[in-house]
């Protein structure tokens, strides 16, 4: 089984929808490019930004595919595979794997409230019924419970096919303590925009997160300058990082303000699917003097 480089700024990027609601195909593969040109280290369809609980499964295995096909092997291509059931992630992760996705990101299973041993038996079954490599992913705020660093410390430890975590618990305590039990052996990525740079001063690999869809040189730049141990730099970065993630991801509806930053500076992001809705007038007033003030400073 090949290994991918998980070290680097990856974007869980958006799906464009027209605006009768359907995939528009032409727009995703101009967005790949400019994902690329902002020199990020790899494109992550399906995952939250990019709808995919809006989304059936057969537009979710061609949007894995059009991305496969539009990257062209210059950069890996993970698939989010989470559902709610194991049933349903195993086909959505053998569908990944069936197009060339490189590996698969697997949310922990929502909606219900389920124990870390059932976390555990969901994990496992995947796991042992696919070949692709799995990063686990934890996202507490959408799917009301967190994984425990003990979990992920043993599943990491049973299964060689495991190769990172995305952690947007944004609890600096939680992912130090998972560099601290599984670092050396997986990629620990932050999946908040507020704490890349402390997460990567822990001895984080990188970060996957949704700012990285509107400004992917700011993000990768934050990266390549903690790299090269220019930290002044990094901290001047993680700040406008910061703010720009105050307002896309916090202050208004996600999904609908990233969409909107991007048609804003000219590419085809299009609408949020429903039940999401685009912004109001007065709320793009607003990402558009962030925009400006963003690029001023």
Known sequence: MPKINLEGIFVPHITPFDGKGEVDWEALRDLVEFWIKGELAGL???????????????ERKRVIEIVVDAANGRVPVIAGTGAISTKETIQLTRDAEDVGADAALVVTPFYFKYSMKEFYAHYSAVIEAVD????????PKFTGLSMQPELVHKLVNEYSNIIGIKDSSGSLSQISELIRLVGEKIAVLAGTADVVLPTLMLGGRGAV???????????????????????????KL???????????????????????????????????RKPALPLENP????IKELLSEIESC
């Open 44 to 58: 992550i369809p399906c995952g939250s930004n990019g709808e995919a609980p809006h989304l059936l499964r057969e």
């Open 132 to 139: 692709i490599p799995i990063i686990l992913y934890n996202v």
């Open 209 to 235: 997160i949704a700012v990285a869809n509107v400004d992917p040189k700011l993000c990768s730049s934050l990266y390549k300058a903690f790299k090269n141990g220019k930290f002044e730099e990094a901290v």
């Open 238 to 272: 993680q700040r406008k990082i910061s703010y720009l993630n105050e307002v896309l991801v916090k202050r208004y509806s996600q999904l609908s303000a990233i969409k909107e930053a991007l048609n804003l500076k000219g590419l085809p992001a299009g609408y949020p």
């Open 283 to 286: 709320e793009k007033e607003k």
